[in-house]
């Protein structure tokens, strides 16, 4: 099973992921403790020169990718209700690294309460 050699996390990203993630000695740079207040842009250029995935839970990287057809090694991008239990979240997030990191590297993933949703970029 292939893991990530480091995930960047975007400053959205809620704690709780960040800290799973690390729990399952999965190495993730935290834009919130690195690099708090930057563009999109800027997050996605430090994931790609770290050569890293990106977990974020803002939709403009969507547009970045598909529309600006940005270079990226791939992102998650988490979509669930604002009043969803965050450490359930965090467990479903964590269990796709896990379990589904070979399909979703180097693509754009979605993911729900209820699915992940993986697409081919042209990056």
Excluded: W
């Excluded at 099973?1 to 995930?7: C, D, E, N, T």
């Excluded at 450490?87 to 590297?105: G, P, R, S, T």
């Amino acid at each position: 099973m292939k893991l990530p050699k480091l995930i960047v996390a975007d400053e959205c990203v809620e704690y709780e992921i960040v800290l799973q993630l690390r729990q399952n000695d999965i190495p993730v740079l935290s834009i919130m403790e690195s690099h708090s207040g930057i563009k999109d842009v800027q997050v996605l250029s430090i994931a790609v020169n770290h050569n890293a995935f990106l977990l974020t839970e803002d939709k403009d990287f969507g547009e970045l990718v598909f529309r600006f057809h940005l270079p990226h090694k791939g992102i998650l991008l988490v979509r669930f209700p604002n009043n969803y239990d965050p450490d359930l979240k965090a467990e479903k997030v964590v269990n796709i690294i896990l379990q589904k990191f070979e399909d979703i590297n180097n693509r754009f993933s979605v993911l729900d309460e209820h699915k992940l949703r993986i697409r081919f970029t042209d990056k």
